[in-house]
């Protein structure tokens, strides 16, 4: 039985930081994909990072690059999303999601949430 379950989100003034990890548990981190998606009231899901866990390959929506990472840690079987000079516009749900192998690849799965078969409950991201 697979879980995913997100924690620390919270409310952040613009330019601040946060760190999002996602504790698993009945899922093998060192293969397959997984990613972090979010979601506003209204509008798709849209990918934020994922990560190719085999190959350690990544992808990261042009919006967040250059001020999110993503990364994993095996050994803890969590996964993290490091957000910096967060702005307005990154308030939203944020999901974490897993699939297992084979990956294809981390950008092909960017742009589709559909392909991941386990997710999270959701961790809320606010900054104003």
């Known amino acids: 039985h697979v879980q995913l379950v997100e924690s620390g989100g919270g409310s952040v003034q613009e330019g601040g930081s946060l760190t999002l990890s996602c504790a698993t548990s009945g899922y093998d981190l060192t293969s397959g994909c997984m990613g972090w998606f979010r979601q506003d009231p209204g509008k798709e899901r849209e990918g934020v990072a994922t990560?190719?866990?085999?190959?350690?390959?990544?992808a990261y929506a042009d919006s967040v690059k250059g001020r999110f990472t993503i990364s994993q840690d095996n050994a803890k079987s969590t996964l993290y999303l490091q957000m910096n000079s967060l702005k307005p516009e990154d308030t939203a749900m944020y999901y974490c999601?897993?699939?297992?192998?084979?990956?294809?690849?981390?950008?092909?799965?960017?742009?589709?949430?559909?392909?991941?078969?386990?997710w999270g409950q959701g961790t809320q991201v606010t900054v104003s």
């Open positions: 999601a897993a699939d297992p192998p084979p990956c294809i690849g981390a950008l092909y799965r960017l742009n589709r949430p559909g392909s991941f078969a386990y």
């Open positions: 990560v190719s866990s085999a190959s350690g390959s990544t």
